[in-house]
Each structure stands twice: as structure tokens, then as C-alpha cells.
């Protein structure tokens, strides 16, 4: 009988372990993550005020492109200082935004969700970008437009 006590203690104390080992791993997982995406978002705003700092703005790239008419997917931070750049400009209109929260953001133009795109783009610039891969996936699945992480505006990529 005590063998039998032994066992299921030692299997409870074992489950108990992983799970936790378990937790542990995640969490230090997702933390690694963050950190990776801070470093990213980091780097990107780096290189955007080396730009700035230079007197070269982010107009310049959609100019010598052709591209009169952009969408923004992601109106967190870049994306909200990719619109104060542009917002003056006579040569790159802002026609729209693209957000998970569109519904929940007030702008200046209109917020879509990014399954109810609507007016046509010259291109559709991507400010997550450490997740630009995934979201250029799902965009060229419902856009025939260049898809740009806001990287290669500012020369990044």
C-alpha cells in the first residue's frame, strides 16, 4: 500500500512540475518576444530619426515611387507618427486606416477592419513591423496593391 502512496505522490508532484515548468516556459517564451519586438520597434524609430535628423522625411519614398494614395495598417504609435509626417504633404494623400480595433478608433480618415478594405490604394503601408510578414500575407489575399512595411519607407529594409 505505501508503494501505492509513493507512486501517486510522486506522479501528483510530477504533473504539478510540468505544469508549472510549463508556465514558467511560456512566460519566459512570451518575454522574449516582447523583447524582440521592443528591440524592433527600436530600431525602426532609430533610423527614422536618423532621417529626420538629416532633414529627409518619409514623403520622399512615396514620391520617388509614384504613390499618391496609401492606407495605413496600424494605428498604434508608428502608425500614428507616419500620419503626423504626412499629414502636411501635398504629394501622399492618406486615404484610410486599417486597424484590428477600427471600430474603436476615432481618425481624421476612415478605420476599417482589415476584412472591409474598401477604396483602392496606390499601396498599403504595414507599421507592425515586426509582424509585416503575416499581415502582408493576408492583405495581398484581399488587395491587388504593393504591400510596404514601413521599414523599407524609411530605408530599413
Not at 43 to 56: A, H, I, P, R
Not at 128 to 146: G, H, M, Q, S, W
Request: hydrophobic share 40%; proline share 3%; charged share 25%.
Amino acid at each position: 500500500m505505501n508503494r501505492r502512496k509513493n507512486a501517486v505522490c510522486v506522479l501528483v508532484f510530477g504533473l504539478i512540475a510540468i505544469t508549472l515548468g510549463k508556465k514558467w516556459w511560456n512566460g519566459y517564451l512570451l518575454q522574449i518576444q516582447k523583447t524582440i519586438k521592443f528591440r524592433t520597434y527600436f530600431k525602426t524609430l532609430d533610423k527614422w530619426m536618423s532621417l529626420w535628423e538629416l532633414g529627409k522625411t518619409v514623403e520622399t519614398y512615396f514620391k520617388d515611387n509614384q504613390i499618391k494614395r496609401i492606407a495605413i495598417y496600424g494605428m498604434g504609435k508608428l502608425g500614428r507618427h507616419l500620419i503626423q509626417e504626412l499629414k502636411t504633404s501635398d504629394k501622399v494623400q492618406i486615404v484610410y486606416g486599417i486597424d484590428r480595433m477600427a471600430g474603436k478608433i476615432d481618425g481624421e480618415f476612415p478605420i476599417y477592419d482589415i476584412d472591409n478594405i474598401s477604396p483602392p490604394v496606390d499601396a498599403i503601408v504595414v507599421t507592425v513591423t515586426p509582424e509585416f510578414d503575416e499581415i502582408a500575407d493576408i492583405l495581398r489575399k484581399k488587395n491587388t496593391c504593393p504591400i510596404i512595411s514601413l521599414d523599407e519607407v524609411i530605408g530599413l529594409a
